[in-house]
Each structure stands twice: as C-alpha cells, then as structure tokens.
C-alpha cells in the first residue's frame, strides 16, 4: 500500500463522521486534487463506499467486508469441508494454491480463498476476472475413492451446491447450464472449475474451484463481460455477505457430497435437473475438434450429457461450451 493510500485513511479516520473536501484531503497528503479524485476512485473499486456531498465532501460510510477466518468459523456446522481454511489477500489463483497443498497432504475438506486472483483462470486457460473484495474466489480439496470417470459428476454437485446456497440467502432463482456455468436471467454469476491429480487411474484429489460474483456492479466489469456476467448484488439490489454464502456452501456441499458417497451420483442427479435449463432446449455444443448442434436431452447417470442431432443420431458429450 502506497504512503498515500495509507496517509488518505488516516485522513479519513481522523475526520470520524465529518465530511472531507477534495481541497482539504489534498492539503493534509500533500498531493494534488486530481489525484486525491484518482485514490478515491481506487477506494471505491476495492470495496470502500464513499458519499460525496456538493460543497462538503467526502465520507467513507462502508468499508470493504472482508472475509476474516474467524466470522467464517462462526456459526459453521460442518465436520470436515471448511475446517481448514487457507486465507489469502492476493494470489495468483487459488486453484494453484489448493493443487500445491494437495500434494502435500492437505486433508480433505481444505479450502483456499482469496480476496483476490490476479490470473484467477476458467476451462482451457480462460481467464476468470477476480477482482478485490467483491467475490468469492475459492478453491475445496476433496478426496473421494471413486473412479477417474466419475470425477466431472461433482461439478455438478457443486453446482447444486451453489444454487441452494444462493437460495437459502436470497429470492434470486439460479439456473444451471451444464456443465460448470450457473446463470441468473440467462447472465454468468458462476463458474466452476474442477481439475484432478491422479496416479494411473486412482484420484489422489479433486479441487473445485468456485468463483462466484457477489458484490460487484456492471461497471465493475470489464466492458468484455458486461453483456454475460451478472453479480447477487446486480440481480437482488442488495449486498449479500461474502462470509454468509461461503459458509452456506460448506454446509450444503458436505451433505450432498456425503450423500454422493453413500448413494451414488442418483440423489444428486435429480436435484441437478431441476435447476438445469439446458435440457430439452435446442443447444450447439463446442467442443476442441468439432461442435454439435441438437437438443439436449438430458444426462446420463454419469453426468454426461446426452444430445441428439438433426439427423436423430444421439451424442454423448463428456466436456463441452454450450452456446443455448
Ligand atoms: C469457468 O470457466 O467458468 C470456471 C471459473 C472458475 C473460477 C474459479 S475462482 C477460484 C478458482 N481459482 C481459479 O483460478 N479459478 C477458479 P469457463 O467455463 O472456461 O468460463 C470462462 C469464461 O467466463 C471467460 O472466458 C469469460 O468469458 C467469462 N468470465 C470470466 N470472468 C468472469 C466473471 N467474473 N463472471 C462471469 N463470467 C466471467
């Protein structure tokens, strides 16, 4: 943090409820108006919620909400997924964080969050934008004793995760587009990402990555994702606590994934179903080499999903982007 950054809050923190003037705030740091207008700007992108008022000033009157180990302990009622929180300001991504500790023996249910990710990253090397405070960008360490296959089934277990998470904290209806995306009125709120470490055919660990858009507004999108993201705080027009809708997921991740190992990917499916929008609809499904364009019909036991063409041939498409 520049001096400043440091000297501006500290300004702020001295002046308590009173409003500061651009003119005033330039005075007590010593630089120039233009740029005490350039470190207000910076505030508001990192959380911070200033009031300006005509010939008074400035106040702060929310300071970012940051996620602190012990309000994610409080009120968690898990055995195991969240019990070991990794807690990061800035990473490069979580995901190669979680990998790392995974070869070291983390224990199941690890998770890495981080405020920010500087190459937070989506399927086939995407980006992911992960901008500070405004989101949850997490990584979970799972460890099940289940066949290579069968791994993508708990991306679609997070993903029902996620939208009861989502549910239990807002009126919002969140929809699932398989296999990693969850939507809100046809926009990106979600993305997941799972990747494996594996010897010959045995998992040794599946790491779901989560990024979820929480707090942010359109404008703090880049203007590439404006038309296709959304955030809760865009669809509800209110904040949601990054803490509570963390700690939702916990819970609800552990019943199901404990359902999952007990039952199979069954229970799950169903559930998956009811939120999913792809299905019956005409879809195109592009894949590395080729791209197919049918109705979804569903998916198989498996997860995979299961496409029909135009010329009524069936397909079944194990990893694909499917444009609705
Ligand atoms: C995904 O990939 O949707 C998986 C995203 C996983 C992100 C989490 S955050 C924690 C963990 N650490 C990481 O580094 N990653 C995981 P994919 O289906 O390939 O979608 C990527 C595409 O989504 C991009 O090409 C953009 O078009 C779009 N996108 C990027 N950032 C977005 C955002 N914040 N909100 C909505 N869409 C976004």
């Excluded at 010959?200 to 979820?212: H, K, L, Q, T």
Aim: with cysteine.
């Amino acid at each position: 943090q520049s001096q400043l950054r440091k000297d501006l809050l500290d300004a702020f923190t001295n002046a308590g409820e009173a409003y500061l003037s651009g003119q005033r705030i330039a005075e007590l740091i010593g630089c120039s108006r233009t740029a005490v207008w350039k470190h207000i700007e910076e505030l508001r992108k990192e959380g911070f919620e200033l009031e300006a008022v005509r010939r008074k000033g400035y106040r702060i009157v929310r300071t970012p909400e940051k996620i602190t180990a012990d309000e994610l302990r409080l009120g968690l009622k898990t055995n195991f997924i969240g019990k070991n929180v990794h807690y990061e300001e800035s990473v490069e991504s979580t995901q190669k964080i979680a990998h790392r500790l995974a070869y070291d023996n983390a224990p199941e249910g690890t998770v890495i969050i981080a405020e920010e990710q500087v190459s937070g990253r989506g399927r086939m090397d995407r980006k992911w934008h992960s901008p500070k405070y405004t989101g949850v960008w997490m990584s979970i360490i799972l460890r099940p004793n289940i066949p290579l296959p069968k791994a993508p089934q708990l991306t679609l277990l997070a993903a029902v995760a996620i939208v009861q998470a989502i549910e239990d904290l807002t009126d919002l209806l969140p929809e699932i587009k398989w296999p990693n995306d969850i939507l809100i009125r046809g926009k990106k709120v979600t993305g997941i990402l799972t990747e494996l470490e594996a010897e010959a055919d045995r998992i040794n660990s599946v790491i779901i990555g989560i990024g979820i858009n929480v707090n942010p507004t359109i404008e703090d999108f880049p203007s590439e994702l404006q038309e296709i993201a959304t955030s809760l705080f865009v669809e509800k027009g209110e904040k949601v606590s990054r803490s509570d809708l963390i700690k939702r997921i916990f819970m609800n991740l552990e019943k199901l994934y404990l359902l999952y190992l007990e039952e199979g990917f069954l229970p799950i499916k169903l559930l998956w179903e009811g939120y999913a929008i792809s299905i019956g609809r005409k879809i195109t499904a592009r894949t590395l080499s080729n791209s197919i364009t049918g109705t979804a019909q569903g998916i198989t036991d498996d997860g995979v999903l299961i496409m029909v063409d135009d010329h009524g041939k069936t397909h079944h498409v194990y990893s694909a982007d499917i444009e609705l």
